[in-house]
T-cell receptor, first 112, second 114 residues
Framework: GENVEQHPSTLSVQEGDSAVIKCTYSDSASNYFPWYKQELGKGPQLIIDIRSNVGEKKDQRIAVTLNKTAKHFSLHITETQPEDSAVYFCAASYSSASKIIFGSGTRLSIRP | EAQVTQNPRYLITVTGKKLTVTCSQNMNHEYMSWYRQDPGLGLRQIYYSMNVEVTDKGDVPEGYKVSRKEKRNFPLILESPSPNQTSLYFC?????????????FGQGTRLTVV
């Protein structure tokens, strides 16, 4: 079955700097790769997703890249702000799947 | 407002005492699922339901039961809770094509079994 590995488990960056979180997946059939943000005391919330027919997607300060050959995908946050502090989860799935497989999460802290 | 509502938010119980965590969604979603979140392990699926009266096991179903009698509700039942079920639980729902659509999560239920 699908397995998603996520690194690093914790990340601390200076406010204004960039943060990068990386994930790898095992099932070549996966074609949907969402990223969820979990703030303290709340459930995960989708922030961006990418499908296998594109290599990059951007939404303001957030971008996701996908390398299907290497089975890698990454989340890039530029100009980090205090409100970016949260736990981030990558995930992988495919259209007819009954579930999405999550990575183990990255706790991102933004230093003032 | 589109939302998934779980109750209770916090629960402390004793080993062996049956409990139910409720989950309700107002988006008319067919697909609902339960996850548990443990440090270093991410979110692991317990059970899921593709529609009313259709449920199936996820990755960690042992010790749990679910039912789906109505589209909006998907309760999680622990018949005889044990300390290893102490965890943070999330209910989620999504539209058809669950594998490629946004999952909406509840606020979570923090369960402690002593």
């Amino acid at each position: 079955g699908e397995n998603v590995e996520q690194h690093p488990s914790t990340l601390s960056v200076q406010e204004g700097d960039s943060a990068v979180i990386k994930c790898t997946y095992s099932d070549s059939a996966s074609n949907y790769f969402p990223w969820y943000k979990q703030e303290l005391g709340k459930g995960p919330q989708l922030i961006i997703d990418i499908r296998s027919n594109v290599g990059e997607k951007k939404d303001q300060r957030i971008a996701v890249t996908l390398n299907k050959t290497a089975k890698h995908f990454s989340l890039h946050i530029t100009e980090t702000q205090p409100e970016d502090s949260a736990v981030y989860f990558c995930a992988a799935s495919y259209s007819s799947a009954s579930k999405i497989i999550f990575g183990s999460g990255t706790r991102l802290s933004i230093r003032p | 407002e589109a939302q998934v509502t779980q109750n209770p938010r916090y629960l402390i119980t004793v080993t062996g005492k049956k409990l139910t965590v409720t989950c309700s969604q107002n988006m008319n979603h067919e697909y609902m699922s339960w996850y548990r979140q443990d440090p270093g392990l991410g979110l692991r699926q317990i059970y899921y339901s593709m529609n009313v009266e259709v449920t199936d096991k996820g990755d960690v179903p042992e010790g749990y039961k679910v039912s789906r009698k109505e589209k909006r509700n998907f309760p999680l039942i622990l018949e005889s809770p044990s300390p290893n079920q102490t965890s943070l639980y999330f209910c989620a729902s999504s539209a058809p094509g669950a594998g490629e659509t946004e999952a909406f999560f509840g606020q979570g239920t923090r369960l402690t079994v002593v």
